[in-house]
């Protein structure tokens, strides 16, 4: 799949990174539809389990060297169905209540340390624009509650003072239309 016809710089946020020292494209997503039980540490529901093979298919090709989820069931489901198919062991990355600016650190430096390809973040509704913006894109509303169809595609710079570029983009069945403060 060519990712590059989707780029458009949203943002001028600036990444202060080393030349050539970190990812070349994040891509993120939040984690596909959950079920409601066990409240703790749901799975996916069959609509999520859709999503998570979709979400697969979208991103065989992509040239991924890593995939990033959190401790949660949803999480490391929603990647498994790719992660299976690349045979790429997920890094769990855990995601604590109260925590957020170390996990945000985590995240970073993980990116950080790749050398060049391409990754994918699994995260949540409030942690994926937080991520997105810690390196280096725009600040974005939390996802919706119901919104689970966006893969956001960041480009990063290839050397400081160049901003990151950021692509909305959409997998799987659309999900319901977006309250207006939050994607």
């Given at each position: 799949?060519?990712?590059?016809v989707f780029w458009a710089t949203v943002g001028l946020a ?170």
């Open positions: 799949m060519n990712f590059a600036l990444l202060p990174l080393p030349a050539r020292a970190a990812a070349d494209l994040v891509f993120l997503v939040r984690h596909a539809e959950r079920a409601a039980e066990p409240a703790g540490d749901p799975g996916l529901t069959s609509v999520g389990a859709a999503r998570a093979q979709a979400l697969a298919q979208a991103l065989a090709d992509a040239g991924l060297k890593q995939i990033i989820t959190t401790q949660f069931r949803r999480s490391q489901e929603t990647a498994a169905p790719l992660a299976q198919q690349l045979q790429l062991p997920p890094q769990v990355l855990a995601a604590r209540r109260g925590e957020a600016e170390a996990h945000l650190r985590e995240i970073r430096e993980a990116v950080l340390r790749q050398d060049g390809g391409a990754l994918l973040i699994v995260g949540h509704s409030n942690t994926v624009p937080a991520i997105i913006a810690a390196l280096g894109g725009p600040r974005l509303p939390d996802l919706c509650e119901s919104s689970y169809q966006h893969l956001f595609a960041l480009r990063l710079p290839a050397q400081p003072g160049v901003p990151a570029s950021l692509a909305r983009l959409r997998y799987g069945e659309p999900s319901p239309a977006a309250e207006a403060a939050c994607l």
